[in-house]
Every structure is written in C-alpha cells, then in structure tokens.
C-alpha cells in the first residue's frame, strides 16, 4: 500500500512517512513563512515551514513526544484533536484552559498520548486564530495483526480542507474583535493548502491526484476550516464512507459529504471511471440567513494515469446548495458505529448526569451603537447564556494548585430561561448574556448526557461541538425544539457513531452521552472560531478516581503565564 505525505510547498512532491514507534520523538518549529496565494505574497505562521505542517504517522496506543519551539512572534499552543490524551490534560493544548500559550523565543514538550483512537485525527494550534494556518494530519493505523474493516486500499491520501485569507490572519483577528460584529469572510477555500485553478494565479499549484484504474484509494478527510461546514465531492465518483473522527463506521455510499470543522470522515475512492481529468470540490454549507460567508468552490484534480487526450475542462461534483440543510442533516445522520465483536461499543445507559445545553448567538449594546453587530451591537455567543471569559490563569493550573479566584464552579446544568428556542422572532432580552469563567465539575466515572439545543436567539446557526479528551456517542439529534417526552424514545442506542466533534443542526437538537473516565481539565467548544471568541464555550473539571490509573499524572514543566 502506498501512503502520500503532504509537504505542501512542493505540491506535486510527496514526501515519505514518519515512522513512528512509541516515544518516538518530533520537532515542531513554529516560524513565520511567506507563501504566494491568489496573486499576492502572504506572511503566515507555519510548523516547520510547511502549510499544511507535517503529517505525523502512528500506531494505536503509541506515545509520542513533540518539542514545540515558538520562533514566530505570537504566542502559540498545539492542540492534538480528537486524542483522549488519557489523564494528561498537560498536553492538550487549549490556552488559557490547560495551559498559558508559548511564548515567541520559548518552547514545551508535549507528551501525546494516543489509546483507542484508529483512524484519522489532525492536529492544529489552539491560540486566538493561529489554526487557520498552524494544522496538519494525524494518520492512526490499526495494531500489527489487525486489518481494518473495509477491503484494504490500494494508497491513502490525506485532504486537508482550509480556509484562506489573504491579510495576516492576525490582523483579521484583531478587526473582527474591535468592530463587534462577523469577521472579514476569506478570500478563498483550499484543498492541501491550494485553492484550485477556479481561483486566479492559482492553477500552477493546484493539488494533483494521480490515480491508476482499477484501484481503490482511502482519502482522509479533515476539516480544517475556520468558520464554515463544507461540502465535498469527487465528479463522477460515489465515496463510500469508512470512518469518522477515528472510529470506524458503517460503511454507506454518498455523492458528497457534509464535514464540520473540526470533524475528519475517511472514504473509499474507486479509480472505476473512463480514464480523464476530474475535480474533486468542496464549498461552504452555511444556513444562517443574512450572514456574509465565501461563496466560492476550492477544487483540486484526480488525473488518470495512462495516454490519452483529458477534457478541456474536467467536470465539477453536483453538491448540495450552499443552505441545503437537509442534505447536510441527512449525511451527518447516516453515520453509525460498527458496533461488532470486533468493534464493540459501550453507550452509557445508566446516565448520572443529564444536561440540558442551549447553544445561542448573543447581542451587547454599544454606546452610540458604534459596534458592527445587528443595530450596531457587539455580537457574542453562549452556552446556557454563558458568555465564556478566558482567565488570566490556566483552569488546569489553577485546580491542580489550588488557586483561588481564577473560575467558579456553578455552570448551569439548565439554561436560566426556558422558552421557544427556535421561533422567528424572539425578545431582545434574551440576547444578553452573563460573562463569566465558570466550570462543571464531575466525579470520575460518572455517565453524562448533553442535549445541545440550537436556539434562534440573534440568529440561527449551525454549531459543531467540540469536546477534548473524550470521543461521545450522538445518540439522537432532530430539528425544532428538543421534546424531552417523545425525542429520548427514538435514541440510537444500538450502534449511535462515536465522535470528538458534532455539527448541532440550525434551530435543532443533538444528544451525546460519554462516561467521565479521564480525570482533568477539558474543553469544550463551537469549532466555528467566530463563536468560540465569542464565548460559545465550556470547561468540564473531571475529579481523580481512587486508583493510581484513575488519577491524573504529574505535571510537566509548563510554559509560564
């Protein structure tokens, strides 16, 4: 089997894995890079000078050591998505959350620690909007004397979906903080850190996969996007999808797939068709009505080995329309677990805890209404009207320590206010929230259930949530209000799909259980960044269980705040 590893700046050339073993040990150099985009010369913040970074290859339940060395002039953390990290909240990588950020000319050692993971994950940089171009791969091949649970691919391709701006991302940070209302849209998608030729000064560098008839193709799919679900597709090509968020699913056939932020979906590709030139595509899904978003289509071409004369213009994938809720609920909706004897699933039964979250965009007033949100106010987000404030001490730091006055410890179970989340028109007190830094504690192995509820408050929007240091079952979503007499009956508890991220529906509902089995500090959040500035977050402290495998290990030497 043949494996493509992406080093983006020579497109068409495609270095040799990492081989890993465990503790192997990696360096990542985080530096400023100046890559040509769009006509235009940018400055941005990459590892090791690639963009996309470097793919790190492992093995089930290896443990690796990464150096992080800061050489750019920000401050940085890496974040390794979607990896338990099993009683090492050390190394997770969220600022502010389990750690102060590395500061410019400093470095920390991260110890990641990989478990039930199998699949595709990535990693990327958890630091104001540093991710847009701070991100890479993660490929997790099964243990030797295994096989995976789909005919074996031929090779296996990463495609990394991005968002591109042409301004220093910063600066588009910034703006977006100072006027209150949405940030600047991007100039452009990617696929592989390229736009594709449909974009100008682009065609020299955009991605090219060379395929052989008659064989079958594993292409990891990540989401690396800022701010939008995207769609996805192969012209003339069904993708038969394998997995998700490194858990192996079902397997089932689409024309396209809808990907959150966040998420990663691995499918077959078949080389069956007539031997040509095809694009694969991918363009925003965003419903929220009046919100500016990028309406273009990044593409990138599968080419056919062999002699022949390709088309003038290689074919584009029919995707669904940019606000085509229903496709992008119905393909999120088919995921489902294997659920066999050689993938077993464990979903929560007995629940300890059950929440009830609403998921709402907020409004502050402005003096003067100077701000650039609705009737010139400053926009901002919640959890069960929570407005998320950071601290100025790390969450993890300060429990461990015992530091007072850093959060509290009431985050509410319910929102403060029950009423018709989803109606078209609702009253401007509700688009006030609380700011806060406040946290939900729980006793190790206890079972939790969230029902994420989408609200309409400001504006309606599609919420891909986010947990680190656990994977979930989604055992029921729906659109509307959550009903919580007749929704739990239609729960999937057979073989619901285990996930680290789940895109909420507009004005809808989503229910995932997980059990508490990893003591620590874990964040959760909207992976649209947007919302996650705007305090569309939450942080679960896990407490140590009784034996010395339920407890958290012991710090490392952590970057200063």
């Keep these: 089997m043949r494996v493509f590893s992406l080093q983006v700046f020579s497109i068409f050339i495609f270095a040799g894995i990492f081989q890993c073993n465990a503790q192997a040990r990696y360096t990542f150099v985080v530096e400023e890079t100046t890559i040509t985009r769009l ?12 963009f996309p970074g470097p793919t790190l290859y492992v093995n089930k339940g290896d443990t690796i050591i990464v150096d992080v060395i800061n050489k750019g002039n920000y401050n940085i953390t890496i974040h390794w998505h979607g990896v338990k990290q099993p009683r090492n909240p050390w190394s997770d990588g969220p600022e502010w959350i389990t750690q102060c950020p590395i500061q410019p000319g400093a470095n920390f050692t991260q110890t990641i620690i990989f478990s039930t993971e199998e699949g595709t994950l990535w990693w990327h940089a958890h630091s104001d909007w540093a991710r847009a171009t701070v991100h890479g791969a993660v490929v997790i091949y099964r243990k030797n004397g295994t096989s995976y649970p789909f005919p074996k691919p031929d090779v296996e391709v990463p495609i990394i979906l991005g968002e591109y701006w042409k301004s220093n991302i910063y600066t588009v940070y910034d703006q977006f903080l100072q006027s209150g209302g949405d940030p600047n849209v991007s100039d452009a998608y990617l696929i592989n850190g390229q736009p594709g030729d449909l974009y100008a000064c682009s065609s020299p560098g955009t991605f090219k996969l060379t395929v052989d008839y008659g064989l079958t193709y594993l292409l990891r799919i ?12 192969v012209a003339n090509h069904s993708l038969t999808v394998v997995g998700s968020d490194a ?13 959150s932020p966040g998420q990663t979906i691995d499918v077959l590709l078949h080389a069956n068709q007539t031997p040509d030139h095809y694009y694969m595509a991918a363009k925003a899904y965003s419903s929220t009505v009046n919100l500016s978003f990028d309406n273009t289509t990044t593409t990138a071409i599968i080419q056919y080995s062999g002699n022949y004369t390709p088309s003038s213009t290689p074919p584009l994938p029919s995707l669904p329309l940019y606000n ?3 496709a992008s609920v119905n393909f999120t909706g088919s995921l489902r677990s294997l659920a066999n004897q050689n993938h077993p699933i464990n979903v929560p039964k007995n629940i300890t805890h059950k929440f009830f979250y609403t998921l709402s965009v907020n409004a502050f007033p402005c003096a003067n209404n100077s701000c650039s949100g609705p009737n010139g106010t400053r926009l901002a987000a919640s959890v069960n009207n929570i407005s998320f404030v950071d601290p100025h001490v790390d969450i993890l730091q300060a429990y461990y320590n015992n530091i007072n006055g850093v959060y509290g410890t009431r985050f509410p179970d319910f929102p403060p206010l029950v009423f018709n ?4 028109y609702l009253p401007l007190y509700l688009e006030i929230s609380q700011r806060a830094t406040e946290v939900r504690v729980l006793e190790y192995n206890s079972t939790v259930e969230i029902v994420f509820q989408g609200t309409n408050v400001v504006a309606g929007a599609d919420h891909p949530m986010h947990l680190h240091g656990f994977s979930f079952y989604v055992v029921g979503s729906g659109l509307g209000n959550f009903n919580n007499i007749t929704d739990p009956l239609n729960y999937n508890l057979v073989d619901p799909p285990l996930q680290n991220t789940i895109a909420v529906p507009i004005n809808g509902w989503t229910t995932i259980r997980f059990r508490a089995s990893n003591p620590g500090v874990w964040f959760m959040h909207c992976h649209l960044d947007r919302h996650m500035s705007w305090g569309m977050d939450a942080v679960f402290i896990v407490r140590n ?10 710090p490392p030497t952590m970057p200063p705040c």
């Design 39 to 50: 006509c235009s010369n940018n400055t941005i913040l990459t590892v090791n000078g690639q």
């Design 324 to 326: 085509d809720t229903n």
């Design 222 to 233: 990540i989401n690396a996007a800022m701010q939008d679900l995207l769609f996805f597709g």
């Design 247 to 259: 858990s192996y699913t079902k397997q089932f056939t689409s024309n396209y797939i809808t990907i």
């Design 421 to 424: 989340y989803t109606a078209t």
């Design 545 to 554: 269980g009784n034996t010395s495998n339920a407890q958290l290990l012991p």
